[in-house]
């Protein structure tokens, strides 16, 4: 209260200056006149006076006179004093000081004067009073009080009815029921009823209800009665009690309210005649009663749903309980009178959104309007509300539009003009409306076109100063499409044009926008209501019916049920189906072909549940092997391409899903892309492509459309059109080949640490084959500019996105192409010439201006030093190049023209097709073969204008620098490898680049080299490769096989072809190509005796890989096997060795790994097919050269020279080497590949001395320089390959090898069982060989000692004497043998180690260091020799020995015998010519003349006589052991029959090889 707070300087001097300061602010105040403010500031200052006298602080008389001065300012000052003195009672009974209460009661005493008694009687308390003398007794007075209280307010006046009037009523009645419609208004009216009131005694109140029940029965007359009521009205409760007593009456178990009650009670309450919350209570059921019910509703869904999910077995017990429930539910049919939402519709009637809407808060959500009657009320008033807007903004162009009559209600909510004002009430409306909007398809068509229109303007209007309101107008937008419109079109009952409606407004929403809807729409919305629950459960239980019917045969019936249950609930249908479809893949092709009767709204969703589908995370996306990918992602991936292809349903959510996942380290979704992208556009990734479909993906686009993939896919224009719209608008295209690219690596680095290896390698297949398809529709779908704007350059692919380079290029490509071809357009059109030369010229031109920013791009690419030995330009051009662009593919043009003319002539014979239909297809195959002609003839052009470029170009290809297996090298390392393996088309366009290289005499080139680096060393690389690029790597070997085998076939080919070019040279100079000197070409001959050896190696390394037991190894040869199968094998006991190892892979995998079971079966039954197009080793190479030099074996450099005792002794190294090889192998498991390798490095590198492929020129022009001091020099220079040769009787032996390795066990056997005398033969006999192998080592002919050995071998064992056997061992060797010059030898060793590759046909000389660039190059030495020249003696012996059998041991007695005593007498001879031979001949062969007698027909028979003689003496070698056996064995005649059986099943390559060496 004490506002006002008197100065303490007023208080000291009161007298003197406070009494007329308070005084004077007490006047004004009182003359202030500020809306009853200045009452409150005068009481305050009075209060604060008196306060000050009750504090003791002023004298009560002086105060007292003070107060009786200020009585005269106001008239109402003693009713202000009176609430002052109030107040200070009330604070001064609670105080414990007695002398203040006793100072205010002084003060009112001697106020009394000038205060009336009845004002202090109304404010003071009884007790005051009693103490200032006014009344008499407290108590006496209180019960007064109460006595005179309860007579006024609470004693109820009777009134007698009889007493009263009846004509008052009757009065009343026909006053208030007259026409109304003349001057009569409610004034006129109540006077008549007051002066009725009081003529006839008549009861107000009820003068009052009879107003109301008329008002009732005249409800169109509110503006008349509501103004009398307000008029006649004194109490606003009483107006409520009386209408709360008519609504009680009607609360009767089957009472129903009149709808008239309820539009007068709504009346009253929008013009406040009284409150709601007064008038609420009234009404029934309870709030409570109404929640109860709600949740109830929801339960009882929820079980309806569960019924209906529910498999039921029928019983009676089930049946008997829901007869009692069907009774119950009859009794309970009729619900009781709910009066509140009688009152809430009556109130939307009137248009009182505010009353309306606080009835609704108390109600649970959305119970109001689940009442059909209110939610029309409650549309009806959304209608009025929105209609001006409609009119401007949504109404469609031409439709006029219903009439709506607005209400006469002005308190009605303002019709919107702008989409702002629909935020004022509209929207609150609609969202009070929820789903049941589905009661009006009117107003939801409404909404639904003023949200399109105000799409369009959100996207039109750029302003930024309205952009806010704008952002919130969208957020209102999306909030009522979740919340009313989906959940409005799930109760709808299958309005397809409603669902078509909306998705005009749904497309103008990004797609995320739409994704969030659907979400909230599945996930979210059907638990929100009971109904929803319901027609979930019924939705689902349909999509059941359905999908169990559902046949490739009844897929037109099924597609109509599914677009009528779809148009309502498309989340719930489509997730049940997707479910259906992830276990059953068959469904796929009906359910797609069955979905073509949805809309487009449809489709939208069904995108957004496919996507939802694979994104769930519950499910694992591998088999529980972790070896696949799940059959469910595949089913749905399936589905993808199918039905994106089919229906025009966009793609941008699915290709960003992807892309994130891409992003995420995830490629298991990649699968989608894949299916998307070869389905929509047709572009087809296999690697089981067939020769002719490869050959058409050779060629342009419609060729390949044509004949380049399995299924003909017809009719992509459209469906890839959309695809490459989507990618360019959200601009995924570059950055899904970036991922893709860059996640090949990460499958492998980051994936793959814990996946199974297979599935790793499925994976990576996966990857790279989507990105070559990915990239193969961007290049042949994006136009040029699109393409150039979206690529980088070269070097920012490679070192800013880190793409692998093959990646890169293979983006790259098809810009450079686009490039060139229209800088060549430009530069055509600049110049005009026609002539065929200028166009290539400025074809070049375009080359030039375009690659030269590429070939300085490409430098940063790889060090510095790799341009020392392959030129950028080189780089370059090899990874720009496509098969497009090297040859054109005629065949694969005239098939397909010629499959057209067959069409064309089907057609016409096809009577049943009608004319016009002919016609069509008459006119379709002859456009397409124009098409095809067309595009055949401008292939032909371009590749003449690439070839003449290459021609231009070859000569700055390759520096010579560097040697040229350096060059070799990088050129696999850096070019072929990394591309073979990139595609099928990429395999062959590298075969065929060699190829072409080659045919274009390039410089510096070795193609020989090449090939030879290509077959020698597969191992290694097949190990690395996924499945897929085994298939690749295989094509790529098999069309450098096809090459091969069509020059080893036909001797005029060869010498067209391959003989006087460079790449076919044997001696390479640091100076390049000089021309060529005939002697130094690789002869035929030669060449098919280095086939031979690149046949072998194959072999080597195909068995190798088969023995390892690993599975990719296994499973990648037999893949390579398979795609070479047409060129290899063709040597019969190559193929024999591969049929035998397969064939043991067959029973041994059989049980294990089903996967490679199935490859090797599938192989081996080829393989036995191919076995009649195999040949004998003799056909496919002559063994046997004829001598064109008088030199010894050791020596000779010519081609075909060497003789049969150097094949013999090549051999016997081979064979013995590969068993000391395989014996360390046994120690040393992991190694078994490189000692493999090493021994096959030796045996062809250095198995015959300086190589037979230089010519005798060579040779004399060697030993001149040799002569002069010069011999290390000339060496670095010059050292040669290893002959073709003797690389063809080094496979001879590897044959050898082969058995021994079958063998093996059986020797080891046999060793065991062989008696101690026996043993130490062998012993002995293979300490000859190693004393042998020194000689040789030494310079001294192997075969001279071999020969001596051999024949006191035969004296020793006739006599049965052992000591012959070591006596062999101290043999002495004659002067004539000794003196080859130490010369040799040194040149020997450098032979041996001069070539970093360990296989290659060709060395290369150079006078700069030699760098090992490849992990296949192995140092080789001469003990792995000596060691497998052991072995294969030591093998010889055991097999003979364990190959005997007692049954024939007669027989073959007799027959050695024979052939004993011929080959003694051959030896005789044999060693009476060699002791003349060492003397004379030999002595002239080893000097350092250089005269032409080399050539003599003399030496050549010598030769003869020779390889004659080592013939007969490897017989007597291999037969006297047997022998020797035979005599002292004590074997069991059992072991000896299964070891011979095993020997002859095993060992069918031996028979070959008898006959062969006679």
Known sequence: MATLILPGEWIKNWEKSGKHEFVQLCKELTEKRDHGSEIRDVQAALYELCWQVVQGNLKLDLVASVLGDMMELRDDMTSILADVFSILDLETVALEEKNKRDHYTQLVGACLFFLPEAILKERLDPETLESLGLIKQANQFNQKIVKIKTKLFYKQQKFNLLREENEGYAKLITELGQDLSGNITSHLVLESIKSLIGCFNLDPNRVLDIILEVYESRSDQDEFFLSLIKSYMCEPLTLCHILGFKFKFYQEPNGETPKSLYHIAAALLHHNLIELEDLYVHLMPLDATIVEEHKRDISEAKQIARKLVMVVLPSDKSEDKEKEKEKEEEKNEKPPDNQKLGLLEALLRIGDWHHAQSIMDQMPFFYATSHKAIALALCQLVHLTVEPLYKRAGLPKGAKGSVMHPLRNKRAPRPAEIFEDLRRDTFSMLGYLGPHLSHDPILFAKIVRLGKAFMKEYQSDGRPDVKDKMETLLSCFLSIADQVLLPSLSLMECNAC???????????????????????????????????????????????????????????????????????????????????????????????????????????????????????????????????????????????????????????????????????????????????????????????????????????????????????????????????????????????????????????????????????????????????????????????????????????????????????????????????????????????????????????????????????????????????????????????????????????????????????????????????????????????????QEEEKKQLEHVQRVLHRLKLEKDNWLLAKSTKNETITKFLQLCLFPRCIFSSIDAVYCARFVELVHQQKTPNFCTLLCYDRVFSAIIYTVASCTENESHRYGRFLCCMLETVTRWHSDRVVYEKECVNYPGFLTIFRATGFDGGNKADQLDYENFRHVVHKWHYMLTKASVHCLETGDYTHIRNILIVLTKILPCYPKVLNLGQALECRVHKICLEEKDKRPDLYALAMGYSGRLKSQKVHMVPENEFHHKEQPARSATPASQQNGPGSTGKPATSTSKTEEGTSEDGDRGKDKSQGTTKPVNKANSAAAKVTTSNGNGALNSTKATKERDDKEKSGKEKKEKKEKTPGSTPETKVENRREKQRDERAGKEERVAREGKEKTPKADREKVKAEEKSIKDDKAKAGNGEPVEVSRERDAIKETKSKEKGDRSAVAGSLKSPVPRSESAESERDHKRRKLDSHSSPSHSSSVKD??????????????????????????????????????????????????????????????????????????????????????????????????????????????????????????????????????????????????????????
Request: aromatic share 8%.
């Open 1405 to 1558: 000389n150079s006078n700069e260091p030699k760098e090992s660039t490849s992990k296949h190059h192995v140092n080789y030495n001469s003990v792995a020799r000596s060691k497998s020249r052991e072995r294969e003696m030591e093998k010889k012996d055991t097999d003979s020995t364990q190959g005997r059998s007692k049954e024939k041991k007669e027989e073959k007695d007799r027959k050695e015998r024979k052939r004993d005593h011929a080959v003694n007498d051959r030896e005789a001879s044999q060693e009476t010519k060699r002791k003349k031979d060492e003397n004379g001949t030999n002595s002239s062969k080893n000097s350092k003349s250089t005269s032409p007698t080399c050539d003599s027909p003399l030496s050549a028979e010598k030769e003869k006589s020779k390889r004659s003689k080592s013939s007969s003496k490897e017989k007597a070698e291999s037969v006297k052991p047997e022998r020797t056996s035979s005599g002292g064995k004590k074997e069991s005649r059992h072991d000896k029959e299964k070891s011979e059986k095993k020997e002859k099943r095993e060992s069918s390559g031996g028979k070959e090889e008898k006959k062969q060496y006679p």
């Open 498 to 932: 409603m669902s078509e409606e909306l998705w005009g407004l749904f497309k103008l929403f990004p797609y995320q926008h739409r994704y969030r809807l659907y979400g909230q729409w599945k996930n979210e919305t059907y638990s929100s209501h009971p109904l929803l629950v319901k027609v979930k459960a019924q939705t689902v239980e349909r999509a059941k019916y359905i999908m169990k019917r559902l046949t490739k045969e009844n897929v037109k019936q099924s597609g109509r049920q599914i677009g009528k249950l779809s148009h309502s609930n498309p989340t719930i249908l489509f997730d049940y189906m997707l479910s259906q479809i992830q276990w059953y893949d068959n469904l796929i092709v009906p359910v797609v072909d069955s979905l073509k009767y949805l809309t487009s709204l449809n489709y939208d969703v069904l995108a957004y549940c496919i996507i939802e589908a694979l994104a769930n995370p519950e499910k694992e996306k591998m088999k529980h092997d972790d070896t696949t990918i799940s059959s469910w992602l595949q089913s749905l991936a399936s589905l993808c391409g199918a039905v994106f292809r089919k229906y025009p349903i966009e793609l941008a959510g699915l290709l960003q899903y992807v892309t994130n996942q891409l992003k995420a380290g995830k490629s298991f979704d990649l699968l989608i892309l894949k299916e998307v992208v070869q389905k929509m556009a047709g572009i087809e990734i296999t690697d089981e492509m067939t020769s002719e479909q490869l050959e058409a993906m050779t060629g342009g686009e419609q060729l390949k459309a044509e004949g380049g993939y399995f299924g003909q896919i017809r009719n992509t224009k459209k469906s890839s059109q959309r695809l490459k719209d989507v990618l360019l608008d959200h601009e995924l295209a570059l950055p899904l080949c970036l991922l893709m690219a860059q996640q090949r690596n990460g499958v492998v680095f980051l994936e793959g640490g814990e996946k199974h290896l297979k599935l790793v390698g499925h994976l990576y297949d996966q990857c790279h084959d989507t990105l070559v398809q990915f990239g193969g529709f961007l290049a042949s779908n994006l136009s040029t500019e699109d393409y150039i704007k979206r690529v980088p350059s070269i070097d920012i692919l490679c070192n800013q996105f880190h793409t692998p380079h093959d990646a890169a290029f293979f983006l790259s490509r098809p810009m450079y192409a686009h490039q060139i071809l229209s800088k060549y357009d430009e530069l055509k059109k600049a110049e005009k010439g026609n002539r065929q030369q200028q166009k290539v010229h400025k074809y070049v031109a375009a080359c030039e201006q375009v690659m030269t920013p590429v070939h300085e791009a490409v430098m940063s690419l790889h060090p510095a030093r790799v341009w020392d030995d392959l030129r950028p330009q080189f780089y370059a051009t090899f990874w720009s190049l496509t098969m497009y662009d090297l040859a054109v593919p005629h065949a694969a043009y005239d098939r397909e023209v010629n499959k057209l003319k067959a069409q064309i002539k089907a057609i016409e014979e096809n009577p049943e097709i009608p004319l016009n239909k002919k016609k069509k297809e008459k006119e379709r195959c002859t456009a397409l073969q124009e098409k095809l």
